[in-house]
């Protein structure tokens, strides 16, 4: 099994632009996660969904951020326009089942950085 | 609502001494409990986890957590430090519900001095 896998593991972009992260999770997985990393807050929920379709999105920081799911296989968050406050490591996780027994497997992270 | 304290944010141990690595929660329900450690670079990985039944679990790499309802506790613990257990360790708590409601701590990050 190769485990969740995120792309890229680095992006440096300048503010203003567009960022997309993108995240495969193990096969069979039925639950996704996108978690967002820094020193000041810890690791954040943002989105999390269950067989591809968005359950809470509560944690996505405002309209600027955006995150899809167009099969069980794939999924994106995408930040547009991009602000220097975004930088940080963005980790996707994959779970089999939506239980709260569960643990999850992240990936390695996407660390972003914005100028 | 549920929430998880770790106490310490750095420890230092030597090389083949005890880890101790203390973490509280506060639920109105017994919780799920879990250890992630999180190496340079990586993303986290689940150490352990405690469910219901046997209240001491055990882990990878020898690690070891007890849960005790009435100190409303989950330590980790290893008997013998190692060099390649300098990690960042997270310990969480889930009320249920949903795998989503996961609430991390904010981290321990341990060092082991040769």
């Known amino acids: 099994d190769a485990g969740v896998i995120q792309s890229p593991r680095h992006e440096v972009t300048e503010m203003g632009q567009e960022v997309t992260l993108r995240c495969k999770p193990i096969s069979g997985h039925n639950s996704l996660f996108w978690y967002r990393q820094t020193m000041m807050r810890g690791l954040e929920l943002l989105i999390y969904f269950n067989n591809n379709v968005p359950i809470d999105d509560s944690g996505m920081p405002e309209d600027r951020f955006s995150a899809k799911m167009p099969n069980a296989s794939f999924s994106t968050l995408k930040i547009q326009p991009s602000e220097p406050r975004d930088s940080a490591v963005y980790f996707c996780a994959s779970s089999q089942t939506d239980r709260a027994d569960y643990g999850y497997t992240f990936g390695s992270g996407t660390r972003l950085t914005v100028v | 609502a549920q929430s998880v304290t770790q106490l310490g944010s750095h420890v230092s141990v030597s090389e083949g001494a005890l880890v101790l690595l203390r973490c509280n929660y506060s639920s109105s329900v017994p919780p799920y409990l879990f250890w992630y450690v999180q190496y340079p670079n990586q993303g986290l990985q689940l150490l352990l986890k405690?469910?219901?039944?046997?209240?001491l679990v055990k882990g990878i790499n020898g690690f070891e957590a007890e849960f005790k309802k009435s100190e409303t506790s989950f330590h980790l613990t290893k008997p013998s430090a190692h060099m390649s257990d300098a990690a960042e360790y997270f310990c969480a708590v889930n009320r249920g519900g949903s795998a989503s409601k996961i609430i991390f701590g904010s981290g321990t990050r341990l060092s082991i001095r040769p």
């Open positions: 405690y469910t219901t039944g046997a209240t």
